[in-house]
């Protein structure tokens, strides 16, 4: 007979049960799953003390065939993905505005923060401590994005506290290989740091939602004061989120039989609150009152201005309208795992709740077939009302086009029937899909519409791709297979993708991310100059004439020259033609012809597709030694007409007239330099 008190002495003390928080993470529809959980994990005490230090951050364990080096390699890839060739592209439009402001501040010492620019101040300091330790240079500008937008994919594998390990990788690598999130983190302009501010704030409410942790307050601050020193949208983001909280805490109370939704033990004093306020606070003063040197106080009350502008910029659109489709396009386009999650994010509000996935499936496939025809009815009937969607004539439209839709909709039903069969979403994930949803409406119904502005709204659904893929890597054998096959296609698609666009056509104007790029003919000026300064230190101060109607990014490029003018306006030309070099439009180039008296290279140059091409007229005796043996392209007429003299002396030819302004980055007199969002542009039809 066996002794059970022998037994149980052996078995020593009854140790305390460990808790999976990411299992507490998890919805349950079925209300008899805890039955199914060990008696103490699904009856914890209420009274238990936090530990001053959260649980462990790894969400669930880690499977065996993953390794500790797989966040790493992500890491790495992204980091080579994005500074590779990084000088191949010339200066946007945008990063030539911001450079302008860049010089701007060596000039005056301090940022002026202007409400008409929509943008914060922080950017701006950035690249003035770049140009100031490294000079004007593009790639110099470009890195700090590259940093923060691989910081971004960092900040992302940390979400590991809050969801499974494998779906932060997969989301981790999806947000590396973004054809979007590729290009423009390879662009001087604020939209990496908005993504890194969104994130970051997104993590600390995660944080102090399912941990109660001072880190995750902290966190949530400073994500929310970088995205207001960042641009005035953030109001957008800020408010879809509140209303995805709101919006989830009404779902969990209207369905009794989801878990209810409690928070995490506080582990902070509320003084701790006060300073995490106090700090972003002073941040946005800081940086607004340009380091407390502007003379002007008013920097806040600009600071509200800014939403005013704003909003009536994006109300009219001022020549960035684009179809209220226009997000999921590039969607469809370029960015097919934020997509496959956009997809996934109905589920929030569909088998969450309900086990009829074969309708809720059917009513997508519907949906989106509607979609669809409405798409294509609106790019064949131009800019309609409702009344014209619903009443098409069979002539108007293409055949095929309802064949296309048809077709996309059953793939669309297919899909979401197929990712019905999931386990449940994560509560996090769950708030993350009402919010994208949120963004995404939100931004398609602003008329004003920038492509890089995808990357804001790309993120979520990048998570949610992540989750989706995890899923299926845990169900039954052929959802394995299915989700290895599908994770293969469209991160490889999005890898080639992307470097196609990012390494051989990153100014080809047929490609959507492309959007008011200057072009290659952009080299044609820079690399001649480059090497002639090179070996003559004077051309420095040549006189040179830029006669175009749009010129951005050559003041900020040019900037270190210093007798360089700007003719944006044909009324007011300069009084003496020749210079060092010329850049002139088309419907200029008679005009500057008929005026030079020397000779020169000349080159065709285009500086931006919604531009007309011009020429770029080098002077012979000035380049001559930069191209040896060429002989110039354009001769003067022999027909010579007297050369006017000053008045008193006959004798002195007339001395070469100073450019309409003089001095690095001088606008012409009476016409400031615009910031890229109040400029029109005539775009091109492939926009």
């Known amino acids: 007979m066996v002794d059970k008190t022998q037994n149980v002495q052996k078995s020593g003390?009854?140790?305390?049960?460990?808790?999976?928080?990411?299992?507490?993470?998890?919805l349950e529809t079925d209300p008899n799953e805890k039955l199914r959980r060990p008696a103490e994990v699904a009856q914890l005490p209420e009274t238990s003390v936090p530990e001053p230090e959260p649980a462990p951050a790894q969400a669930l364990p880690v499977p065996a065939r993953e390794s500790p080096w797989i966040p790493w390699a992500i890491l790495a890839l992204a980091l080579i993905l994005r500074i590779l060739w990084l000088g191949i592209k010339p200066p946007h439009f945008d990063e030539g505005v911001n450079g302008w402001f860049v010089d701007q501040m060596t000039k005056q010492g301090f940022y002026h923060y202007d409400p008409g620019n929509y943008h914060g101040p922080f950017h701006f300091y950035v690249l003035f401590l770049m140009q100031t330790l490294f000079g004007r240079s593009v790639v110099a500008f470009r890195v700090p994005l590259i940093l923060i937008n691989t910081a971004t994919i960092w900040l992302l594998l940390r979400f590991d506290r809050f969801i499974p390990r494998r779906a932060c990788l997969i989301a981790a690598l999806a947000f590396a290989v973004s054809p979007g999130m590729l290009f423009y983190s390879r662009y001087a302009i604020h939209e990496a740091w908005f993504v890194f501010g969104m994130v970051l704030a997104f993590w600390g409410a995660a944080e102090m939602w399912f941990r109660g942790t001072a880190r995750g307050l902290w966190a949530a601050a400073m994500g929310v004061t970088l995205l207001m020193l960042t641009k005035e949208t953030f109001i957008i983001h800020v408010a879809a989120f509140v209303l995805a909280a709101i919006t989830l805490r009404a779902m969990e109370v209207v369905m009794p039989f989801t878990p209810k939704l409690d928070f995490a033990p506080r582990q902070w004093p509320w003084?701790?609150?006060?300073?995490?306020?106090?700090?972003?606070?002073?941040?946005?003063?800081?940086?607004?009152?340009?380091?407390?040197?502007?003379?002007?106080?008013?920097?806040?009350?600009?600071?509200?201005?800014?939403?005013?502008?704003?909003?009536?910029?994006?109300?009219?659109?001022?020549?960035?309208?684009?179809?209220?489709?226009?997000?999921?396009?590039?969607?469809?386009?370029?960015?097919?795992?934020?997509?496959?999650?956009?997809?996934?994010?109905?589920?929030?509000?569909?088998?969450?709740?309900?086990?009829?996935?074969?309708?809720?499936?059917?009513?997508?496939?519907?949906?989106?077939?509607?979609?669809?025809?409405?798409?294509?009815?609106?790019q064949a009937l131009g800019h309609k009302g409702l009344h014209d969607y619903?009443?098409?004539?069979?002539?108007?439209?293409?055949?095929?086009?309802?064949?296309?839709?048809?077709?996309?909709?059953?793939l669309a039903g297919s899909i979401y029937y197929f990712l019905a069969f999931l386990p449940p979403m994560n509560r996090l994930t769950r708030l993350l899909a009402i919010y994208g949803w949120g963004t995404l409406v939100a931004y398609s119904w602003v008329p004003y519409k920038t492509p890089w502005c995808i990357i804001s709204l790309l993120w979520p659904f990048l998570i949610l791709f992540g989750e989706a893929i995890d899923g299926l890597l845990g169900g039954s054998r052929w959802q394995r297979w299915t989700g290895r096959g599908l994770a293969g296609v469209v991160l490889g698609v999005s890898?080639?993708?992307?470097?196609?666009?990012?390494?051989?056509?990153p100014t080809d104007p047929t490609e959507r991310y492309v959007y008011v790029q200057t072009l290659n003919d952009y080299f044609k000026l820079m690399n001649p100059l480059k090497r002639l300064v090179a070996i003559d230190v004077t051309a420095w101060h040549m006189p040179a004439h830029i006669l175009l109607s749009s010129y951005h990014p050559l003041p900020w490029a040019l900037g270190d020259f210093t007798s360089i003018g700007y003719y944006e306006n044909a009324d007011t030309p300069p009084s003496t033609m020749d210079a060092g070099f010329i850049v002139a439009e088309a419907d200029r180039t008679a005009e500057v012809e008929?005026?030079?008296?020397?000779?020169?290279?000349?080159?065709?140059?285009?500086?931006?597709?919604?531009?007309?091409?011009?020429?770029?007229?080098?002077?012979?005796?000035?380049?001559?030694?930069?191209?040896?043996?060429?002989?110039?392209?354009?001769?003067?007429?022999?027909?010579?007409?007297?050369?006017?003299?000053?008045?008193?002396?006959?004798?002195?030819?007339?001395?070469?007239?100073?450019?309409?302004?003089?001095?690095?980055?001088?606008?012409?007199?009476?016409?400031?330099?615009?910031?890229?969002?109040?400029?029109?542009?005539?775009?091109?039809?492939?926009?």
């Open 594 to 687: 008929k005026r030079l008296r020397q000779r020169y290279f000349v080159e065709s140059f285009h500086l931006r597709d919604a531009m007309d091409a011009g020429k770029l007229y080098l002077s012979y005796s000035r380049f001559a030694r930069v191209f040896p043996g060429r002989r110039p392209e354009f001769e003067p007429s022999k027909e010579e007409p007297p050369v006017p003299v000053p008045a008193g002396n006959a004798n002195t030819p007339a001395p070469i007239e100073p450019p309409h302004t003089i001095g690095p980055v001088s606008p012409p007199a009476g016409t400031p330099i615009r910031p890229f969002h109040t400029l029109p542009h005539r775009m091109s039809p492939t926009k």
């Open 271 to 378: 003084p701790t609150l006060g300073n995490a306020l106090l700090v972003g606070s002073l941040l946005v003063v800081f940086f607004f009152s340009g380091g407390f040197l502007d003379p002007q106080h008013d920097y806040l009350l600009r600071f509200g201005q800014a939403f005013v502008a704003w909003a009536q910029t994006g109300v009219k659109g001022n020549g960035h309208e684009k179809p209220l489709f226009y997000w999921l396009q590039l969607f469809a386009l370029y960015e097919w795992p934020g997509l496959i999650g956009l997809f996934y994010a109905l589920r929030a509000a569909g088998n969450q709740f309900c086990r009829w996935n074969l309708w809720q499936s059917l009513c997508v496939g519907i949906a989106v077939t509607i979609f669809l025809t409405v798409l294509n009815a609106h």
């Open 390 to 410: 619903l009443f098409v004539t069979p002539g108007q439209v293409p055949t095929l086009t309802y064949l296309y839709a048809i077709l996309g909709g059953a």
């Open 495 to 505: 890898l080639v993708r992307g470097a196609w666009l990012n390494y051989y056509r």
């Open 13 to 26: 003390p009854k140790k305390k049960p460990q808790v999976n928080i990411s299992e507490n993470l998890r």
